[in-house]
C-alpha cells in the first residue's frame, strides 16, 4: 500500500524539446509558405507548434517548446528511448475552400530526434537536425545542398538516472549486419518471404524483453548496400534516409579480431567468398538497450549461469494483412538458431563481442540443454515483427500491375485486338477480381463473444476511479477498456473513458471517445458541450461553434451551455455575439431563481416541517434528487470481519441484495458518486445549487470532466462579476490547480475557502489530498483526519479513506496498524473495492490477526484476481501458518503478475528462508 500511495504521475520526467529555428527551407511559389511542427514518439503525438510562414530560406524563429513526459523508473520505457526516435514532421498548411470546415495540411518533412545522450547522463543536447524529404513533396528538388534543417535543443531538469544509479547502468548495443550463403532453395522467389532474428534480453529478474530485427530481405551479390545502421522500430518514419541512425556506420573489420565460430585462417576464404559472389539477407539494424541497476545485474546473472545466449532465425512467407488480423500465409517456412558464447564479456576489461556464427536448424532439446529455458521465444517475437513490417503500397500496387499485364499478354497485340475491345475485357476481367476480393475478404467468421464480466459496470467504474485517485493510470485504463467491452455500444463508459483521458491530457484520444459518444447519441447536450469545449483547446475554433450551437438548438433551456457559448465568443474575440449569448444564459438563471422562490414560498404556506427522526431522514436521504447518478454498492452494518465471510456465501445474489437494502449503519455516508458524469439528453442543475452563478455551475461542470483550462476562463469571470468572497469559488479554483498539479495555488485557494467556513469539509479534503499529493503525508494525516471528524462527509469519502489508511500502514506500529484496519473496515461498508480490502488485510496481517488477514485478502482476490500485492500477502500469511504447498502456491501467481521488487518480495523471501521453505530466487 504505501507503495502505491507514492504514485502521482505516471510520467514524472519531462523532456523539453525546443525548435528555436528552422533553416534552408524556401517555398516553392511567389507567396509565402505557411507550415506547422507536428512532434510523434512511440507511436503517438505529444505535440504540435503554431503555424509559421517562410519564403526565401533565410533562418526563421519557430521558438516551439514540446514536452515529452516518461518515467525513468521504467525500464520499458527507458528502453524505448533508446530504439524510438522523436519524429517532427513539416506539414504545409494550405488554404481551405469554402465548402471545407477545416484547413488542409500535408506532410513535406520529417526529422529525426535521437534522444540516446539523455540516457547517458547528459541534461543538454543541441543539435541541427536535417529535414528529409518526404516523396513526392517540392523538397526533393532543393537538393543536399542546400537541405533545410531544424536547430533543436533538449534538456531536462536532472539526469534520467539518478546519480547513485549512474555506475550501475549499462547499455547493450546489439548490431545484426546479414545472413550470408542461403540455402539455394530459398533464391527461387526469394523476395516474398521476410527474414526475421530474435534474442531475449533482461530487464530485471522477472522480465526480458524480447529484441526482434525484422523486416531483413534476401539481395543479390551484385546489390549495392547503405553500410548505415538502421533503427529497429521505424514506424511513423515515412523517408528512406530517416530509417538510418544518424552518425552509426558498420566498418569494416578484421577477421582476426572477431570471436565466433568462423574466425580462423581456413574460413577466410569461405567468408570473402560467401559476402562478395553470393546472394544474402542484409539486416543491418542496431538494437540499443539501456539496462537499469536491475537489468544489468540481471545480465551478469545470465551470462554467469547460461553462457549461451540464443538468436532464433525465422523465414516467412510475406505478410498481406492488415495488422492485428490473422494471415493465414505467414507460416515459418525455416526455423535456425545460433547460439553465441557470451562467457568472453565476463573477462576483465572485456566490453565487445563481434563474430560470424553458423546456423544449425533449430532442435528443442538441444535448446533447452543449451540455454536452459522452457521454450522459446519465437511466437512472441513474430507479434512484434507483424507489428513492425513495413507494409507499403508498392506490393499492392505491383499485383495490380502483374495482373494487367498478365491479362494484356493473353489478349494479343493492339494489331490483332481493336484497342477499345481489350479495355472493354480488361474492364470485366478487374470487375469480376474486385468482387472475387471482397467476397474473401467479407466471408470472415463471427468474432468471439466477450465473456462475460464477474464484476458489474458500475463496480468496473468505482475500480477505475480508485485507480485515478492511486495514481495508477495503466489500471484505471484497463478497467474503463473492460467496462466498454462490455458496453461498447452505451454512453455512460464512452464519456467516462473520454474524461479519463482528458485528465492524463491526452486530447485526442479523449476527442476519439467523444465522437464515439456522438455516434451512440448525437443528440446529447453534455457530449457537444465537451467536444466544443475541447475543439476550443485544440483550436478548431469552427467545430467548436458548431457543436456550441447544437448544444444550444437541442437543449435551449441548459444554462450552462450558454454560459461556455459565450465565454468561447468572448474567446474568439466576437463580443457582440458573447453579450447576446450572455444576456441568455443569465435570462434563463433568473427564470429558475424565480420558479424556485415561489415553490419555496407554496411549500412555507402548506406546512412546518417538524424535526425528522433518523429513520426518516435515512428515507429522505434514499428519495433526494441529484443530478448525477448515484451507484449503490453493498455496504456491512457489522463491525467485524466476519462480514467478508457472510458476503462470501451469496455471491451469486450480490448484485439482488445491492438493490434492494441499503444498510442503516451507514446511511448518514453518502454513496460516492463520479465527479464527472451526467449522461442525459440535457444538463440536470441540482436544485440545491442552483443559486450559484452562471459561471460557477459552468467551472463546476468542466471539472467534472477534468477540464482545468476553462473552468479557470469561468471563474475568472466569476470574479470579475462578483468580487466578494466565495467559498465555493475558492473550492472550485482549488480543484482546477490540483488538476494542473499546482499545488501551491490550490492550498492558497483552500486557506481561503476555510477563512470564510472553518467547517468546510470538502476544503479540509482537498487540503488532505495536496498535502499528499506532496508526499507530506504527516500533514495529510492529519487534514484526513480532521475530515472525518465532521458530521457532513466529502463527497471524495472513499479517497480519503484509502489514502489515510495507505499513510497508517506505512508508519509501521501497533497503534497505527490498529487505526488503519479501523479506516479499511469503513472504507469496506462504504464502497468495497480490492484496495479496501488489501488494506484491511495488511493491517491484520501485521497485527498477526492472520485468520481476519485471510479472510479480507480472500475478498480482495475475488473483486480483482490479478492483483501481485494480494497474492504476495496470501504467500505471507500460508508461510506464517506453516501451509506451504499452498504458500508456494501464492507465491508463483504473484511472480507471474509481476510482483515487484521491493519490501514485500523481501519479506517473502526473508520469511521463506526463516521457515526453510521455498525457493528465494524462484
Given at each position: 500500500?504505501?507503495?502505491?500511495?507514492?504514485?502521482?504521475?505516471?510520467?514524472?520526467?519531462?523532456?523539453?524539446?525546443?525548435?528555436?529555428?528552422?533553416?534552408?527551407?524556401?517555398?516553392?511559389?511567389?507567396?509565402?509558405?505557411?507550415?506547422f511542427?507536428?512532434?510523434?514518439y512511440?507511436?503517438?503525438?505529444?505535440?504540435?507548434?503554431g503555424?509559421?510562414?517562410?519564403?526565401?530560406?533565410?533562418?526563421?524563429?519557430?521558438?516551439h517548446?514540446?514536452?515529452?513526459?516518461?518515467?525513468?523508473?521504467?525500464?520499458?520505457?527507458?528502453?524505448?528511448?533508446?530504439?524510438?526516435?522523436?519524429?517532427v514532421?513539416?506539414?504545409?498548411?494550405?488554404?481551405?475552400?469554402?465548402?471545407?470546415?477545416?484547413?488542409?495540411?500535408?506532410?513535406?518533412?520529417?526529422?529525426?530526434?535521437?534522444?540516446?545522450?539523455?540516457?547517458?547522463?547528459?541534461?543538454?543536447?543541441?543539435?541541427n537536425?536535417?529535414?528529409?524529404?518526404?516523396?513526392?513533396?517540392?523538397?526533393?528538388?532543393?537538393?543536399?545542398?542546400?537541405?533545410?534543417?531544424l536547430?533543436?535543443?533538449?534538456?531536462?531538469?536532472?539526469?534520467?538516472?539518478?546519480?547513485?544509479?549512474?555506475?550501475?547502468?549499462?547499455?547493450?548495443?546489439?548490431?545484426l549486419?546479414?545472413?550470408?550463403?542461403?540455402?539455394?532453395?530459398?533464391?527461387?522467389?526469394?523476395?516474398?518471404?521476410?527474414?526475421?532474428?530474435?534474442?531475449?534480453?533482461p530487464?530485471?529478474?522477472?522480465?526480458?524483453?524480447?529484441?526482434?530485427?525484422?523486416?531483413?530481405?534476401?539481395?543479390?551479390?551484385?546489390?549495392?548496400?547503405?553500410?548505415?545502421?538502421?533503427?529497429?522500430?521505424?514506424?511513423?518514419?515515412?523517408?528512406?534516409?530517416?530509417?538510418?541512425?544518424?552518425?552509426q556506420?558498420?566498418?569494416?573489420e578484421?577477421?582476426?579480431?572477431?570471436?565466433?565460430?568462423?574466425?580462423?585462417?581456413?574460413?577466410?576464404?569461405?567468408?570473402?567468398?560467401?559476402?562478395?559472389?553470393?546472394?544474402?539477407?542484409?539486416?543491418n539494424?542496431?538494437?540499443?538497450?539501456?539496462?537499469?541497476?536491475?537489468?544489468?545485474?540481471?545480465?551478469?546473472?545470465?551470462?554467469?549461469?547460461?553462457?549461451?545466449?540464443?538468436?532464433?532465425?525465422?523465414?516467412?512467407?510475406?505478410?498481406?494483412?492488415?495488422?492485428?488480423?490473422?494471415?493465414?500465409?505467414?507460416?515459418?517456412?525455416?526455423?535456425?538458431?545460433?547460439?553465441?558464447?557470451?562467457?568472453?564479456l565476463?573477462?576483465?576489461?572485456?566490453?565487445?563481442?563481434?563474430?560470424?556464427?553458423?546456423?544449425?536448424?533449430?532442435?528443442?532439446?538441444?535448446?533447452?540443454?543449451?540455454?536452459?529455458?522452457?521454450?522459446?521465444?519465437?511466437?512472441?517475437?513474430?507479434?512484434?515483427?507483424?507489428?513492425l513490417?513495413?507494409?507499403?503500397?508498392?506490393?499492392?500496387?505491383?499485383?495490380?500491375?502483374?495482373?494487367?499485364?498478365?491479362?494484356?499478354?493473353?489478349?494479343?497485340?493492339?494489331?490483332?485486338?481493336?484497342?477499345?475491345?481489350?479495355?472493354?475485357?480488361?474492364?470485366?476481367?478487374?470487375?469480376?477480381?474486385?468482387?472475387r476480393?471482397?467476397?474473401?475478404?467479407?466471408?470472415?467468421?463471427?468474432?468471439?463473444?466477450?465473456?462475460?464480466?464477474?464484476?458489474?459496470?458500475?463496480?468496473?467504474?468505482?475500480?477505475?476511479?480508485?485507480?485515478?485517485?492511486?495514481?495508477?493510470?495503466?489500471?484505471?485504463?484497463?478497467?474503463?477498456?473492460?467496462?466498454?467491452?462490455?458496453?461498447?455500444?452505451?454512453?455512460?463508459?464512452?464519456?467516462?473513458?473520454?474524461?479519463?483521458?482528458?485528465?492524463?491530457?491526452?486530447?485526442?484520444?479523449?476527442?476519439?471517445?467523444?465522437?464515439?459518444?456522438?455516434?451512440?447519441?448525437?443528440?446529447?447536450?453534455?457530449?457537444?458541450?465537451?467536444?466544443?469545449?475541447?475543439?476550443?483547446?485544440?483550436?478548431?475554433?469552427?467545430?467548436?461553434?458548431?457543436?456550441?450551437?447544437?448544444?444550444?438548438?437541442?437543449?435551449?433551456?441548459?444554462?450552462?451551455a450558454?454560459?461556455?457559448?459565450?465565454?468561447?465568443?468572448?474567446?474568439?474575440?466576437?463580443?457582440?455575439?458573447?453579450?447576446?449569448t450572455?444576456?441568455?444564459?443569465?435570462?434563463?438563471?433568473?427564470a429558475?431563481?424565480?420558479?424556485?422562490?415561489?415553490?419555496?414560498?407554496?411549500?412555507?404556506?402548506?406546512?412546518?416541517?417538524?424535526?425528522?427522526?433518523?429513520?426518516?431522514?435515512?428515507?429522505?436521504?434514499?428519495?433526494?434528487?441529484v443530478?448525477?447518478?448515484?451507484?449503490?454498492?453493498?455496504?456491512s452494518?457489522?463491525?467485524?470481519?466476519?462480514?467478508?465471510?457472510?458476503?462470501?456465501?451469496?455471491?451469486?445474489?450480490?448484485?439482488?441484495?445491492?438493490?434492494q437494502?441499503?444498510?442503516?449503519?451507514?446511511?448518514?455516508?453518502?454513496?460516492?458518486?463520479?465527479?464527472?458524469?451526467?449522461?442525459?439528453?440535457?444538463?440536470?442543475?441540482?436544485?440545491?445549487?442552483?443559486?450559484?452563478?452562471?459561471?460557477?455551475?459552468?467551472?463546476?461542470?468542466?471539472?467534472?470532466?477534468?477540464?482545468?483550462?476553462?473552468?479557470?476562463?469561468?471563474?475568472?469571470f466569476?470574479?470579475?462579476?462578483?468580487?466578494?468572497?466565495?467559498?465555493?469559488?475558492?473550492?472550485?479554483?482549488?480543484?482546477?490547480?490540483?488538476l494542473?498539479?499546482?499545488?501551491?495555488?490550490?492550498?492558497?485557494?483552500?486557506?481561503?475557502?476555510?477563512?470564510?467556513?472553518?467547517?468546510?469539509?470538502?476544503?479540509?479534503?482537498?487540503?488532505?489530498?495536496?498535502?499528499?499529493?506532496?508526499?507530506?503525508?504527516?500533514a495529510?494525516k492529519?487534514?484526513?483526519?480532521?475530515?472525518?471528524?465532521?458530521?457532513?462527509?466529502?463527497?471524495?469519502?472513499?479517497?480519503?479513506y484509502?489514502?489515510?489508511?495507505?499513510?497508517?500502514?506505512?508508519?509501521?506500529?501497533?497503534?497505527s496498524?490498529?487505526?488503519?484496519?479501523?479506516?479499511?473496515?469503513?472504507?469496506c461498508?462504504?464502497?468495497?473495492?480490492?484496495?479496501?480490502?488489501?488494506?484491511?488485510?495488511?493491517?491484520?496481517?501485521?497485527?498477526?490477526?492472520?485468520?481476519?488477514?485471510?479472510?479480507?485478502?480472500?475478498?480482495?482476490?475475488?473483486?480483482?484476481?490479478?492483483?501481485a500485492?494480494?497474492?504476495?500477502?496470501?504467500?505471507?500469511?500460508?508461510?506464517?501458518?506453516?501451509?506451504?504447498?499452498?504458500?508456494?502456491?501464492?507465491?508463483?501467481?504473484?511472480?507471474?503478475?509481476?510482483?515487484?521488487?521491493?519490501?514485500?518480495?523481501?519479506?517473502?523471501?526473508?520469511?521463506?528462508?526463516?521457515?526453510?521453505?521455498?525457493?528465494?530466487?524462484?
Amino acid at each position: 500500500m504505501a507503495s502505491r500511495a507514492e504514485k502521482i504521475d505516471r510520467f514524472p520526467n519531462k523532456i523539453l524539446i525546443n525548435v528555436s529555428e528552422i533553416q534552408n527551407l524556401k517555398s516553392p511559389r511567389a507567396e509565402p509558405l505557411t507550415i506547422f511542427l507536428r512532434f510523434e514518439y512511440n507511436d503517438g503525438q505529444f505535440s504540435e507548434s503554431g503555424k509559421f510562414d517562410v519564403t526565401d530560406g533565410s533562418p526563421r524563429k519557430v521558438d516551439h517548446n514540446a514536452i515529452l513526459g516518461v518515467n525513468a523508473s521504467d525500464p520499458v520505457q527507458i528502453d524505448d528511448l533508446g530504439q524510438k526516435p522523436v519524429l517532427v514532421t513539416l506539414f504545409e498548411a494550405q488554404p481551405k475552400d469554402k465548402k471545407q470546415k477545416e484547413d488542409k495540411s500535408t506532410p513535406i518533412g520529417q526529422a529525426i530526434l535521437d534522444l540516446w545522450p539523455l540516457l547517458k547522463n547528459e541534461t543538454q543536447i543541441s543539435v541541427n537536425i536535417p529535414i528529409y524529404a518526404i516523396p513526392g513533396s517540392y523538397l526533393e528538388t532543393q537538393g543536399e545542398q542546400n537541405q533545410p534543417f531544424l536547430n533543436v535543443n533538449v534538456s531536462i531538469d536532472q539526469p534520467l538516472i539518478p546519480v547513485r544509479d549512474q555506475h550501475n547502468t549499462n547499455a547493450v548495443h546489439i548490431t545484426l549486419e546479414g545472413l550470408y550463403s542461403p540455402p539455394e532453395g530459398w533464391l527461387p522467389g526469394g523476395t516474398s518471404f521476410v527474414y526475421t532474428a530474435t534474442l531475449p534480453i533482461p530487464v530485471n529478474d522477472d522480465k526480458e524483453t524480447t529484441v526482434v530485427f525484422t523486416n531483413g530481405t534476401l539481395r543479390a551479390a551484385t546489390d549495392v548496400t547503405n553500410k548505415q545502421k538502421r533503427w529497429p522500430d521505424a514506424r511513423g518514419i515515412v523517408t528512406l534516409n530517416g530509417t538510418y541512425i544518424p552518425g552509426q556506420i558498420i566498418n569494416e573489420e578484421s577477421i582476426d579480431d572477431e570471436q565466433g565460430d568462423l574466425h580462423s585462417k581456413d574460413d577466410k576464404e569461405f567468408r570473402t567468398n560467401s559476402e562478395k559472389t553470393k546472394p544474402q539477407v542484409v539486416w543491418n539494424i542496431e538494437r540499443r538497450c539501456f539496462l537499469l541497476p536491475a537489468g544489468s545485474q540481471s545480465l551478469h546473472h545470465q551470462i554467469t549461469r547460461v553462457p549461451y545466449l540464443p538468436v532464433e532465425i525465422v523465414r516467412t512467407a510475406t505478410p498481406t494483412a492488415p495488422k492485428g488480423k490473422k494471415d493465414e500465409d505467414t507460416g515459418i517456412s525455416y526455423h535456425g538458431i545460433v547460439y553465441i558464447e557470451t562467457a568472453p564479456l565476463l573477462y576483465p576489461g572485456a566490453t565487445r563481442l563481434r563474430g560470424a556464427y553458423k546456423i544449425v536448424p533449430y532442435n528443442e532439446t538441444e535448446y533447452k540443454t543449451k540455454t536452459k529455458r522452457s521454450s522459446n521465444i519465437i511466437d512472441e517475437a513474430m507479434k512484434i515483427a507483424n507489428q513492425l513490417f513495413d507494409r507499403s503500397s508498392l506490393n499492392a500496387n505491383k499485383k495490380d500491375t502483374k495482373l494487367v499485364v498478365d491479362k494484356q499478354a493473353t489478349a494479343g497485340t493492339a494489331t490483332s485486338i481493336p484497342k477499345k475491345t481489350f479495355v472493354s475485357q480488361l474492364y470485366v476481367f478487374l470487375l469480376d477480381e474486385m468482387h472475387r476480393s471482397l467476397n474473401k475478404s467479407l466471408n470472415i467468421e463471427e468474432p468471439e463473444p466477450v465473456p462475460p464480466s464477474r464484476n458489474t459496470d458500475a463496480q468496473l467504474r468505482i475500480f477505475a476511479l480508485e485507480a485515478e485517485s492511486n495514481g495508477d493510470y495503466l489500471l484505471a485504463a484497463h478497467y474503463y477498456k473492460q467496462r466498454l467491452a462490455q458496453n461498447s455500444d452505451k454512453l455512460r463508459p464512452w464519456l467516462d473513458f473520454a474524461a479519463f483521458h482528458l485528465l492524463v491530457n491526452d486530447l485526442i484520444k479523449a476527442e476519439e471517445c467523444l465522437k464515439e459518444c456522438l455516434a451512440i447519441e448525437q443528440t446529447n447536450s453534455t457530449v457537444s458541450i465537451l467536444y466544443a469545449v475541447l475543439n476550443a483547446i485544440l483550436e478548431n475554433n469552427e467545430v467548436a461553434d458548431l457543436f456550441f450551437e447544437t448544444a444550444t438548438t437541442e437543449d435551449s433551456e441548459n444554462v450552462v451551455a450558454w454560459t461556455l457559448y459565450a465565454i468561447f465568443q468572448k474567446h474568439i474575440g466576437n463580443e457582440k455575439n458573447a453579450q447576446i449569448t450572455l444576456g441568455r444564459a443569465e435570462k434563463l438563471q433568473r427564470a429558475i431563481l424565480k420558479n424556485e422562490e415561489e415553490q419555496a414560498t407554496a411549500g412555507a404556506n402548506i406546512t412546518v416541517t417538524p424535526p425528522i427522526s433518523d429513520e426518516k431522514r435515512e428515507e429522505e436521504e434514499k428519495d433526494r434528487p441529484v443530478g448525477e447518478e448515484k451507484e449503490e454498492i453493498t455496504k456491512s452494518s457489522d463491525s467485524q470481519l466476519n462480514v467478508a465471510s457472510k458476503s462470501r456465501l451469496s455471491r451469486s445474489s450480490r448484485s439482488s441484495k445491492q438493490k434492494q437494502e441499503k444498510p442503516k449503519s451507514v446511511a448518514n455516508e453518502p454513496t460516492i458518486a463520479r465527479k464527472s458524469q451526467d449522461i442525459s439528453s440535457s444538463i440536470e442543475i441540482e436544485k440545491v445549487t442552483s443559486k450559484k452563478s452562471i459561471y460557477l455551475k459552468s467551472a463546476e461542470f468542466l471539472l467534472k470532466y477534468n477540464i482545468a483550462t476553462w473552468a479557470e476562463k469561468a471563474l475568472a469571470f466569476e470574479y470579475l462579476a462578483n468580487s466578494g468572497k466565495d467559498q465555493q469559488v475558492e473550492i472550485a479554483l482549488a480543484k482546477a490547480k490540483i488538476l494542473q498539479q499546482d499545488f501551491a495555488s490550490a492550498e492558497t485557494h483552500i486557506t481561503q475557502a476555510l477563512s470564510i467556513d472553518y467547517e468546510n469539509v470538502e476544503a479540509w479534503a482537498l487540503w488532505g489530498h495536496v498535502k499528499y499529493l506532496q508526499l507530506d503525508f504527516e500533514a495529510a494525516k492529519g487534514r484526513y483526519q480532521r475530515t472525518l471528524v465532521f458530521s457532513e462527509k466529502p463527497p471524495d469519502l472513499h479517497t480519503v479513506y484509502i489514502r489515510l489508511g495507505a499513510i497508517l500502514l506505512s508508519e509501521g506500529n501497533e497503534s497505527s496498524y490498529s487505526e488503519a484496519k479501523e479506516i479499511f473496515l469503513r472504507a469496506c461498508r462504504y464502497q468495497p473495492t480490492c484496495t479496501t480490502y488489501l488494506g484491511l488485510g495488511i493491517a491484520c496481517y501485521r497485527m498477526n490477526q492472520y485468520d481476519d488477514a485471510e479472510e479480507a485478502l480472500t475478498e480482495a482476490n475475488f473483486l480483482n484476481n490479478q492483483n501481485a500485492d494480494v497474492w504476495g500477502y496470501l504467500t505471507l500469511i500460508c508461510l506464517q501458518t506453516k501451509r506451504y504447498i499452498e504458500a508456494e502456491q501464492s507465491y508463483k501467481y504473484a511472480i507471474k503478475l509481476d510482483l515487484p521488487a521491493g519490501p514485500l518480495l523481501d519479506e517473502i523471501n526473508t520469511v521463506q528462508r526463516q521457515v526453510g521453505f521455498g525457493d528465494p530466487s524462484f
